[in-house]
């Protein structure tokens, strides 16, 4: 293999897994997204763009999806796509029996468990969904269409449609060819090797010496490091780091009591400690990139005077104690984010307890079933508006994520933008109850990091996509 025809990416995590578990971790999307394909993907500004269906059609009931799939489309292994193939690896992504990642098991069934998906005729796919979701795109770009035969037995085989087929499997490195066959072309590329290297300086330090092209989750004091003959490339992501209240029981059962805690914190102060200027403040739930977002929202001033004013309307005139539980990681920073929050809350007469969970995917299991303490510390990473509102504040689904937040106008005015067709309309009616969201506080908003890349002059053109993926095809 020669130095012209191949690329190589490092990134903090190499893993490849079952492509339909659900998950948001941009390390193992970006792999997954070189060797699969859904029926559509996320372009800028949410607009969504053909993929293995080239157009689509839904219904005024806001249920009844058609999609006209592309021809020509083959497998890895030789097959050809038809529509019976994307009936199979919808109906296993709504498997009870398939798991999650970080609790993410189930999700994508409480959407489409209940949705009933035919194929027409060879090219042409009908989802009609169990309530209206004029949103299903939003889910839909994010599940990997696999050759039916891959489904007859278990593992799934890592068989898909896209530019690159795996070529090698290592324990921290994936070798990709290639896929001569694929329908846009021949890619770039003849190789990619994606390289797990958990060190953010020896990343940057792979590419600015010319071993390696491409390094991913650059952040923080570390883009600083990326020197020439390497460039800086940086966007805001789309995972917001928060802190969720449990809004039905103790204090923060209170809306006075959650605003006061977005009020007392410095966020400002957290961004330049925490991640060296590189994140924005959050304004409510989600991030510039999700399409529900409104930029005219202004965030929480930090104020710590209104804080104290506002605990004490809530009967808290002589301070208030508060559990807050966090992760050892994922984020990475909770610890240091817990320790600078104590010592900004103490200034409006709040005192934090913090209590650590080292086990990641344990402390996910404990947040989904709710046996935390007052608050906890999360990340809230689906780019998808619709998972976000839909399974963490809609009071009425209950979903996953949910933490006791209630207001039935938000309810509402969510079920009226699930069955809204018109994307202006309803986004319009998205941004009413993001507003409400806001000031109703179920989460402490804090801040949403930027995602950073080392970019080797290899690649002198090369620009993220703007969901933070790394596509190379």
Not at 431 to 441: K, N, P, R, S, V
Request: aromatic share 8%; glycine share 8%; charged share 20%.
């Amino acid at each position: 293999m020669s130095n012209r025809d191949s690329l190589t990416i490092l990134q903090a995590r190499i893993t490849l897994g079952d492509p339909h578990v659900c998950s948001d971790a941009r390390d193992r999307l970006s792999i997954l997204a070189a060797i699969y394909e859904p029926l559509v993907q996320r372009g800028a500004a949410g607009i969504f763009q053909p993929l293995l269906a080239t157009s689509w059609s839904l219904a005024e009931d806001a249920r009844t999806w058609i999609f006209q799939l592309r021809r020509g489309v083959v497998f890895h292994n030789g097959e050809h796509l038809e529509a019976a193939d994307v009936v199979a690896s919808l109906a296993r992504i709504c498997d009870p029996d398939l798991g999650g990642e970080l609790g993410t098991q189930g999700v994508y069934r409480s959407y489409l468990g209940d949705a009933a998906i035919s194929a027409v005729d060879p090219h042409t796919i009908q989802i009609v969904t169990g309530r209206p979701m004029a949103d299903l795109l939003d889910l839909l770009c994010e599940m990997p269409i696999v050759p039916r035969s891959a489904l007859a037995g278990l593992p799934v085989h890592a068989i898909g449609s896209g530019p690159y087929r795996i070529e090698r499997l290592a324990a921290n490195q994936i070798e990709l060819a290639a896929f001569e066959q694929h329908w846009a072309g021949r890619p770039a590329w003849e190789h990619l090797i994606w390289r797990a290297e958990p060190d953010a300086t020896a990343r940057i330090a792979a590419v600015c010496n010319g071993q390696a092209d491409l390094a991913g989750g650059i952040a923080g004091a570390t883009q600083r490091l990326v020197t020439s003959p390497a460039r800086l490339v940086s966007i805001p992501g789309n995972v917001c780091v928060i802190i969720m209240c449990a809004a039905d029981r103790g204090a923060c059962s209170d809306p006075r009591v959650r605003r006061a805690l977005n009020y007392a914190t410095d966020v400002a102060a957290l961004i330049t400690t925490l991640k060296d200027g590189a994140a924005l403040p959050s304004n409510g739930p989600l991030t510039p990139l999700h399409t529900a977002y409104d930029p005219a929202l202004e965030p929480f001033p930090y104020d710590p005077a209104q804080a104290r004013r506002l605990l004490a309307e809530a009967g808290y005139s002589a301070g208030l104690t508060l559990m807050l539980d966090i992760p050892a990681t994922l984020p990475d920073e909770a610890p240091a984010l817990a320790g600078l929050l104590q010592e900004q809350y103490a200034a409006a007469g709040i005192t934090l307890v913090v209590r650590v969970t080292e086990d990641r995917p344990a402390y996910a299991d404990m947040i989904r079933a709710r046996r935390y303490g007052d608050l906890c510390c999360f990340d809230s990473s689906p780019l998808s508006s619709y998972r976000v509102l839909q399974e963490k504040l809609h009071s009425g689904i209950r979903g996953p994520w949910w933490q006791g937040y209630t207001n039935p106008a938000v309810d509402r005015l969510l079920d009226t933008a699930a069955a809204t067709v018109d994307d202006a309309q309803r986004q319009t009616i998205y941004h009413q109850a993001y507003h409400m969201i806001h000031h109703d506080a179920p989460w402490i908003f804090l801040y949403n990091p930027y995602v950073g890349w080392a970019v080797g002059p290899r690649l002198h053109n090369w620009q993220p996509d703007p969901d933070g993926i790394i596509r190379l095809g």
